[in-house]
């Protein structure tokens, strides 16, 4: 049938090959002649029905085709082959019912629930003006197994073509392809919609389908997409399957071949798929079929292939983790991923890098995909590649440059009462963008160098013996950073305070305080002034020599011996109390019975100062 026009040939298939150039586009596709249905006649127009296949065939003898003529010897009917469950077709066998006349019958198809059929017969009722048959669309009912009720397609005509009917999923509009007047040339295809249970004049599907050839055996996928071949559109010769499929206003997209293994220089054409464009069937006549025409199924099962990407930072070589990096196929090789994947065109997938600064990808075959990978702190990184260059090395690497703006800064570290610089202090530079740190010493003078990130923000922390930790950040300091301009960072520590509480000690049996422990005394009044939030207990003690009663008696004494003069200095007296522990509390072991020097006994005639509350920062206590 090669560049033929086989008109009588209805035939439904559904898949997509570009103008785009087809690299490899069989290798993933696996093509089978089913030889259990084809036979040395006509075997076109697969269409899934219920548990098996109706298809067009010529196999039953009869009388010559009427168009073209002489083509097979005999008329096309529909056939039905039910699959098996191992997987082949059985002995086809001819539909029940009045579908199929005297003359060529086929290319079928089906409303919801396969209750309804429309089909393509040759005009009973007369001849055209060049005394050919033309052929007719008819519609039938399954009724108890059989189909029958066939009425017209209410815009048929005796003087042209009007067949290969196709119905969208919903069934409510058909499509057809006829040489009435009006189209391009040849025989083109139309559009009519059921409205309020009629259909509605014949639309012509316009320029982006049809030709100055033929446009013939359409076939409506459940997305809308139409599969046809043609023989005036620029294929591999012969009738060649197209694909169009709609934009989203509706109107069709740009025109695509499906390409090899689809077409060939042979007639193909019956093009059909199922809803996700992984299978289905497709008739030719090339090279090493059963016959005339061939019915072949097709399937889409593409090898996975996975593509690393790995991010690495391009001055050390680093590879980066927790990149996250957006990958958007912008274009798809295979002729099915065009049409089916169309809706993964454009729609980005962010994936992080994981600590060895890599991640995984499904990619297709022949395809492009746009790598967005972007990091704090450095400069975002955008490719555009191929299927080939992401997976031909194994890993393809994207490098990303630090986004810096480097200066030299020197800070210093002083003490925060008297400003006087602090030499040897411990330095940590903290990078608050990336999270690194530089350790350092500053010299002698106080001071100290750092290289830093104008684009970054800092922490400053400096700490040294004797002194509280300081900090300080630089976000208002870097104002004019990019200018060179840049004021010095001070690190200000403040000293740390001790406080010495001495004892209190007094005289054998006396409570009167001495002048040493008057100066004691003067230096925690003093502490009280200073620190507001400082507050005292006072301990008083005596040694074991007298009774117990006595000696908790003279404690007493003593320690209102020290709260007086405290009292005495203004200090409110809801800041410190007193509290008498007589003998009981020895600093030594000269207890009752025990034989000690006057030096151990006058360490346990004494009174103690106690902190009960103190809330000021960089203080230290020593007793």
């Not at 040395?40 to 065939?57: A, M, N, Q, V, Y």
């Not at 000690?596 to 103190?614: D, P």
Request: net charge negative.
């Amino acid at each position: 049938m090669k560049n033929k026009i086989t008109l009588t040939i209805l035939i439904g298939l559904l898949i997509t090959c570009s103008i785009w150039a087809q690299e490899n586009a069989s290798d993933d596709v696996e093509l089978k002649n089913l030889t259990e249905l084809n036979s040395e006649f006509l075997e076109f127009s697969p269409i899934p029905f219920k548990d098996g296949l109706i298809f067009t065939s010529s196999r039953r003898a009869g009388g010559i085709l009427s168009c073209p003529p002489s083509e097979s010897g005999r008329f096309s009917d529909l056939y039905f082959s039910k699959k098996g469950t191992n997987g082949a077709y059985e002995e086809a066998k001819i539909l029940k019912g009045k579908v199929n006349g005297k003359y060529n019958d086929g290319v079928a198809t089906f409303g919801a629930g396969g209750q309804k059929m429309y089909f393509s017969r040759n005009n009973i009722e007369g001849k055209n003006v060049n005394n050919m048959i033309d052929r007719k669309i008819y519609s039938a009912d399954l009724i108890e197994g059989n189909w029958t009720n066939i009425n017209n397609f209410p815009y048929n005509s005796d003087t042209f073509s009007t067949c290969h009917p196709t119905l969208s999923y919903d069934g409510l509009k058909l499509y057809f392809s006829s040489n009435r007047e009006g189209g391009f040339g040849g025989m083109d295809l139309y559009v009519t919609e059921m409205i309020n249970d009629q259909w509605s004049e014949p639309k012509n599907l316009g320029e982006k389908v049809n030709s100055t050839g033929n446009e013939i055996f359409p076939f409506i996928d459940n997305s809308g997409n139409l599969f046809f071949s043609s023989d005036g559109h620029a294929g591999e010769g012969g009738l060649d399957i197209w694909a169009v499929v709609p934009d989203e206003s509706g109107d069709w997209g740009e025109l695509t071949s499906m390409g090899a293994p689809f077409n060939s220089s042979f007639d193909d054409l019956a093009f059909s798929t199922n809803a996700d464009g992984t299978e289905g069937f497709f008739a030719s006549s090339r090279e090493g079929g059963l016959g005339m025409d061939d019915i072949y199924s097709w399937k889409y099962a593409p090898e996975p292939l996975e593509a690393i990407i790995i991010v690495y930072d391009e001055d050390t070589g680093e590879e980066l983790e927790k990149v996250p990096v957006s990958i958007t196929p912008v274009r798809l090789g295979s002729t099915i991923d065009k049409i089916f994947g169309k809706a993964a065109v454009e729609q980005k997938i962010v994936i992080e890098t994981d600590p060895l600064g890599a991640l995984t990808y499904q990619v297709k075959r022949e395809s492009e995909y746009a790598l967005h990978a972007e990091k704090p702190g450095y400069i975002p990184a955008d490719r555009l590649v191929t299927t080939l260059e992401l997976t031909k090395d194994g890993e393809y690497r994207i490098p990303i440059k630090r986004d810096r703006v480097l200066v030299d800064l020197t800070g210093l570290v002083v003490n925060k009462e008297t400003n006087e610089s602090i030499s040897m202090a411990d330095v940590i530079v903290i990078d608050k963008s990336t999270g690194e740190e530089v350790e350092m010493k500053s010299d002698e003078n106080g001071n100290f160098g750092v290289e830093i990130d104008c684009k970054h923000d800092y922490e400053m922390k400096a700490s040294k013996d004797g002194f509280a930790d300081g900090s300080i950040n630089l976000t208002s300091i870097l104002t004019d950073c990019t200018n060179n301009i840049l004021e010095q960072p001070v690190i200000k520590l403040a000293p740390k305070v001790k406080i010495v509480l001495e004892g209190v000690y007094f005289d054998f049996d006396k409570a009167t305080l001495r002048p040493e422990g008057k100066e004691a005394l003067n230096t925690v009044v003093n502490y009280l002034k200073r620190y507001p939030t400082l507050e005292i207990l006072l301990t008083a003690h005596t040694d074991c020599r007298g009774s117990d009663e006595y000696n908790m008696d003279l404690s007493e004494r003593r320690a209102k011996s020290a709260i007086d003069y405290i009292g005495a200095e203004g200090i409110d007296a809801s800041r410190y109390s007193s509290k008498g522990f007589g003998e009981s509390k020895l600093v030594n072991e000269c207890d009752d019975g025990v034989k000690c020097t006057k030096e151990q006994h006058q360490a346990n005639r004494r009174v103690e100062v106690e902190i009960t509350k103190f809330e000021e920062e960089n203080v230290e206590i020593e007793k």
